[in-house]
């Protein structure tokens, strides 16, 4: 057993597991289903904003706001504001989103990814996308809690901690298994979402690699 791989392992050490997948279009967040409450575009920025308290942490994509003096807390604890959300909505899904993302991965279906990550994110993908290597990815154990939210000026930021085992192949030009792998992923992705925006989609801002357990 490995740690990490997949999708973003590749990128720096973020698995796809370490992607979202987003399994909402246009308008989540306005009520067709338990997704709609979160419509999670992206996978990009705000990764290092937990590093202070986890120093053993290896950030996987890096664009977000600058840490600061700001110290991670647990959900719930410690800030007045705090952006309005059903967490166990939230979750339910975000783990959707996952599964979502790492399916596109496998399908190199990079128009549908860029529906949900920052611009930055999308091009770090379909940079990797373009190596040519096929991938089939199982998702095994999958489990999400919140590990923070809060509200900046001009944003408001809920992280997720991710743990997930998955069983990830490599496949060449002629779809023949050239690696075949069992990885755990632990990882903390942080969603962004401006207030007051008619767009309701939270962006998936940055994925933190944790190097030891919450």
Known sequence: TSTRGGMLGALGGLAMGGLLGALLFGGAFEGINLFDVLVIGGLAAMLILLLRRHAATQPAYA???????REMTSFGQGRALRPS????HFLEAARNIYLRMQRDWDAGDLEDIRRFCTPDIAERIAAEMQQGHGHQTEVGMLEASIADAWIEQDAEWVSVHFRAMLREKT?????HT???KTAEVNEIWHFRHEPGSDDPTW????IQQVERPL
Request: hydrophobic share 30%; glycine share 22%.
């Open 63 to 69: 664009g977000g706001p600058a840490p600061g003096n």
């Open 85 to 88: 959300i059903d967490e166990a």
């Open 203 to 206: 962006y998936l801002a940055g």
């Open 171 to 175: 496949l060449d030009a002629q779809g």
């Open 178 to 180: 050239t690696e075949d």
